[in-house]
């Protein structure tokens, strides 16, 4: 049990409870068939998830406790309402048959190992929402690191505010250059207990977890923490002209769920007591905590696919666009050479293939250029669409479909992103994807938030 004294320090200090975590009874639960990967991708394939909902069967599945976004956009309303209704049916199912164990004041250190033979280690934790805000400027603790959709957020929060239960993707990073967070206790995992260990579904490769509870290890967890956050530390380490509020934590991954989190909470929080909202359950978000420079995390590209578009168009509209702005843009059929500070990206729709070349560029990222006529566009053209893809292939093969284009976007080196978004604030939204598709956070373990 960890004493109450360390827990108001977590909480005060950096921002994180450990208080207790639910997983699946393994005895009871196929693992692979519960663990699916998270409800944000392969969004405009939903094969894979008629595959996925194939191979789950009946088996009690976190499939059935999430809203697959492939289905947001075929679904009607009522479709929607009757697919929200069962997610909370099916949590109160398995709380009511007993299907989950509670591991009380229990932090699960995570190793994911990936096909290529990768690995990426993380820690199962819970963060405070009052330390977090998406907002533009934020100076919070807790930050995003991409601009927030607000239209993305009402079908999460339809799901949230009923649901018993939560089970995360979200995954924060800490730039723990040194490696004192989560790295000593992966040295000594053998010391845990190993609570999970299985292969994950459809080519996700494998995951293990180990239950930390004993006092020592979290209060480790506390200092290391504490140690990044110190001022002087944090302004000496981005050459800071002047003391900041602390950055902690930074939304990889899963930032509209952590949102959807922050905005259930603050409509919770307005009907409790000021001593109930101290510790209230849905005051907190259960999350995975990954270093920055784990070398099993890779900033992948997220590249774009237009539905419902005349190319010629599109292209015509951008270069237009840009050249009103006094930058220099025009199309060429082949790759140019580099030239300083300029954007080149690549396209391919079913009549043609080239690259879009902006010289003079009025942002920083070639995301920007391309996400700021995207926007422009589809407001003119509101029946063309927008998805959000990982993986050449993907916009190789779907961009040459009839009425469709893909473009192909550089990645961004995880090295700046802190002092980035420190800087300049949160990033265009989807500008990064921490790793493609099917390595991202799979959901397996589970926190009450009632």
């Not at 400027?137 to 018993?164: C, F, M, V």
């Not at 997220?302 to 292209?315: K, P, S």
């Amino acid at each position: 049990m960890i004493n109450k004294q360390l827990a108001e320090k977590m909480k005060n200090d950096v921002g994180i409870s450990v208080a207790s975590v639910l997983l699946p009874k393994s005895q009871r639960v196929d693992m692979t068939k519960w663990s699916v990967v998270a409800c944000d991708q392969y969004t405009s394939e939903p094969g894979y998830w008629e595959e996925v909902r194939d191979f789950v069967g009946d088996s009690p599945s976190t499939l059935g406790l999430i809203f697959p976004e492939a289905y947001l956009e075929t679904d009607d309303e009522n479709s929607k309402a009757k697919r929200i209704e069962d997610i909370s049916a099916r949590m109160r199912e398995y709380l009511q048959d007993d299907l989950f164990e509670e591991l009380k004041d229990t932090v699960i250190l995570v190793e994911r190992r990936f096909p290529s033979g990768r690995t990426r280690c993380g820690l199962m934790l819970a963060v405070d929402l009052e330390r977090y805000d998406y907002s533009a400027g934020s100076k919070s603790l807790i930050r995003a690191t991409e601009g927030t959709i607000l239209d993305r957020l009402p079908p999460r929060i339809r799901i949230r505010e009923n649901a018993p239960l939560e089970l995360p993707h979200v995954m924060l990073l800490v730039d723990d250059r040194d490696e004192t967070v989560i790295e000593p206790l992966f040295s000594q995992r053998q010391s845990f207990t190993k609570v999970y260990d299985f292969k994950l579904m459809k080519n996700g490769g494998s995951i293990k977890g180990w239950a930390i509870n004993d006092e020592a290890s979290i209060e480790g967890i506390y200092e290391s923490l504490v140690k990044l956050s110190e001022p002087q530390h944090f302004t000496e380490k981005y050459s800071l002209s002047e003391t900041q509020d602390p950055y902690l934590f930074a939304a990889g991954d899963g930032n509209h769920s952590l949102a959807t989190a922050k905005a259930c909470w603050e409509k919770i929080k307005n009907t409790l007591t000021p001593e109930e909202r101290e510790n209230h359950p849905a005051r907190f978000a259960l999350v995975e905590v990954v270093n920055l420079h784990d070398k099993g995390l890779i900033f992948e590209p997220i590249h774009r696919l237009l539905f419902n578009v005349d190319a010629e168009m599109f292209i015509q509209a951008f270069c237009r666009h840009y050249n009103d702005l006094g930058c220099k843009a025009y199309v060429t059929p082949h790759k140019p050479d580099p030239i300083s500070g300029s954007h080149v990206i690549g396209y391919v729709s079913e009549a043609s293939t080239g690259y879009l070349m902006v010289e003079k560029p009025v942002g920083n990222l070639d995301v920007s250029t391309l996400q700021g006529f995207i926007d422009i566009f589809i407001k003119e053209n509101p029946s063309t669409t927008v998805d959000y893809v990982h993986g050449d292939d993907v916009v190789e093969r779907i961009g040459r479909e009839k009425g469709c284009m893909g473009f192909f976007l550089s990645p961004m080196d995880k090295n700046n992103l802190f002092k980035t978004v420190i800087l300049d604030g949160a990033l265009p939204r989807k500008t990064f994807s921490m790793g493609e598709a099917h390595e991202k956070r799979f959901y397996l373990e589970a926190r009450r938030i009632r």
